[in-house]
């Protein structure tokens, strides 16, 4: 199987320039000029831009939360995302306190097994620091391939870890060359605040937001830095949504500390005010961290602009607003967190980012593949565009103007958070592997061809040469 994409502006995170794509089975064989046309798949892209395969590395697909599962599976989350434009993504992995922590890999495994139309990973969440786990982590990284690990600071009660776990999952993850990811907000404190509320009558979604101050975050932020800091190790933080959590990020990186954070299209583009929509419509964006004020939405920008802030995530963690969303709506800790973001996540960071100047089209490509592709040891195979690297690749027209609606998106959920917003930027075709699935809007490929993919380690090299590209 051959295919060229010609005449296109190849964007990298380093580069962009005019080339030529040959691709021969799964991979890219060659870059460059007059590649012969017979027996060839031709694909033109004149006009417009090549961008390696989105890598999108939070997702939340067939996953139980707060009494029901998020509405997108693997078949349908993973189609979604390819329509969007992103070609792998790093779902994570739930696990149960006092059961082993292979049980959970095998249910992930199953969840997602001949059901994906892209090729995903999984991190895996760590509840609780036992001897037990401690013993089966060495395997996790050698035969299962993950080499991320999540720890929950917030979600007292369900999936909250104490310091404890948080410190000794850092140790180890240093010694074995694992990444550690946290979902940093106080639990503690956002549970005495979400009690007092709900003693006062206050149940509306806004409280939801109340309820987790910035403080609650940026504190939590901090202390997941000091002690990576101590341990030695590494860190990755989740979906930050505010100034506070910034400042921390920021601060531990110039002390030299290896620390790495995310964000989400959410928190760059959506506020406050959207929680206290009426007729309970405030719901569809109830997520943990909530939304915040305004004001930080351009710290956020402006931390992805000087590297203070590396990657976006969608989080994407869909549930119906009827009948879903509907569970809390008597009380706010009953709504489920999350929303549906899988597919307009580069379209948003391509539209509001690149379009509007506030980030440069090599930026873009960085922050929306390469970067995570790095850090989650995907790279070079996935996010960038490079002899022998995956054909996992996104022809995008940035000219042509479309309207985001549920009525036309490719998620399962009945609404969309930016419903009747007009982004820059169409995706025009999406390479999987070589393969076209996503073409004049329609899915061409096939579900089940996405596979697995074991990661590499956090390596020691990419440590030292992410700590050089540091100003
Ligand atoms: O509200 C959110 N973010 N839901 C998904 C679970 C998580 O905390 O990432
Ligand atoms: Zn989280
Ligand atoms: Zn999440
Ligand atoms: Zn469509």
Redesign the pocket.
Known sequence: MRTIIQNGIIVTASDTFEADLLIEGEQIAAIGRDFPLEGADVIEAEGCYVFPGGVDP?T?LDMP?GGTVTKDDFTSGTTAAAFGGTTTVVD?CLTEKGKPLKNAIKTWHEKSKGKAAIDYSFHLMIGEMTEDVLAELPSVIQEDGITSFKV?M??KNVFQADDATLFQTLIKAKELGALVMV?AENGDVIDYLTKEALANGQTDPIYHALTRPVEAEGEATGRACQLTSLAGSQLYV??VSCEEAVKQIESARRKGADVWGETCPQYLTLDLDDLRKPDFEGAKY???PPLREKKHQEVLWNALRTGALQTIGS?Q?SFDFKGQKSLGIDDFTKIP???PMIEDRMSILYSEGVAEGRISLNQFVDITSTRAAKLFGLYPKKGTISVGADADLVIFDPFTVRTISSETHHMKVDYNAFEGKRVKGVVQTVLSKGKVIIQDDTYKGTIGDGTYIKRAKYSEQLRNSALAERV
């Open positions: 939070h939340h939360f994570f929950f917030a979600y979902h989740v979906h109830v997520w943990s989080d963690c967190n999350g929303g």
